[in-house]
């Protein structure tokens, strides 16, 4: 069941990033539609200050009719361009409602959930880095870390915006780059030792900026940011309302 859901979460992805080219195409064609008609208005006020001054009666009466024949075409133009607005606001809405759907989709394969223990994501708990101890608490904080990887991901991808610290998910091996680091580096979300425990701690700053980021494309902003889980929630229940706002 998880694989199916999974499969149908990658689709939509895809969904989503087709959507967005279309919708970027379509930006493009307005702008430049846009773009002819100023150039057809500025011909339209440089044609009639040329006729202003000119004392030929002949060349004036062209120069009328080529007012007209401009001011015909950026009517049609116009009628052209409104239709492109139309057609871009029905992109956005749809694209709106793909963006929900990934996210339903990311929320029911990848849950959250507060229990007894605390927030849980699939039923793995995600502890601070100084309260692990013992490698099944390791596995189990690495585990639910690379779950957070792919919603992350998954969710910047759909939005269209690259994130800050950009994850690569592999599952309990999951790492989170630093591309303001020089050369870019890669941070465990995973500790083999208690040596990586600082790295670890590092890595975790970095994905909960991360979703501090996506958050703030929708207003939100006043978080805590170490609460991972909520906010990751929260995240996807953003995107899901987004599309009722459309």
């Given at each position: ?119 849980t994501i699939c039923g793995l708990r995600l502890v601070h880095a100084d309260d692990i101890h013992g490698w099944l608490a ?28 950009p994850v690569i998910p592999r599952g309990s091996r999951s790492v989170v780059v630093n591309p303001g680091s020089t050369p ?14 600082s790295r670890l701690r590092a890595a975790i700053r970095l994905v909960a900026t991360d979703i501090e980021q996506l958050l ?31």
């Amino acid at each position: 069941m998880a694989a199916h859901e999974a499969k149908q979460s990658v689709e939509r992805a895809r969904q989503v990033l087709r959507l967005r080219h279309e919708l970027e195409q379509q930006r493009l064609r307005i702008e430049e539609r846009r773009r002819l008609v100023e150039q057809q208005a500025r011909r339209v006020e440089e044609a009639s200050g040329m006729s202003e001054g000119s004392d030929n009666q002949t060349a004036a009466a062209h120069k009328r009719e080529d007012e007209q024949d401009i001011v015909q075409r950026i009517k049609r133009l116009a009628v052209t361009l409104r239709q492109d607005r139309i057609i871009l606001e029905d992109l956005r809405a749809m694209l709106a409602r793909q963006r929900a759907q990934v996210a339903s989709v990311l929320a029911f394969v990848y849950p959250v959930e507060l229990g007894d223990d605390g927030w849980t994501i699939c039923g793995l708990r995600l502890v601070h880095a100084d309260d692990i101890h013992g490698w099944l608490a390791s596995e189990e904080t690495a585990a639910a870390l690379g779950m957070v990887a792919v919603v992350v991901d998954y969710v910047a991808q759909s939005m269209g915006v690259p994130a800050r610290y950009p994850v690569i998910p592999r599952g309990s091996r999951s790492v989170v780059v630093n591309p303001g680091s020089t050369p870019a580096q890669t941070a465990p979300l995973f500790m083999l030792r208690a040596g990586d425990r600082s790295r670890l701690r590092a890595a975790i700053r970095l994905v909960a900026t991360d979703i501090e980021q996506l958050l703030g494309m929708f207003g939100i902003d006043d978080i805590d940011r170490h609460q991972i889980l909520p906010n990751l929630t929260q995240l996807l229940l953003a995107i899901e309302n987004s599309s009722f706002a459309q």
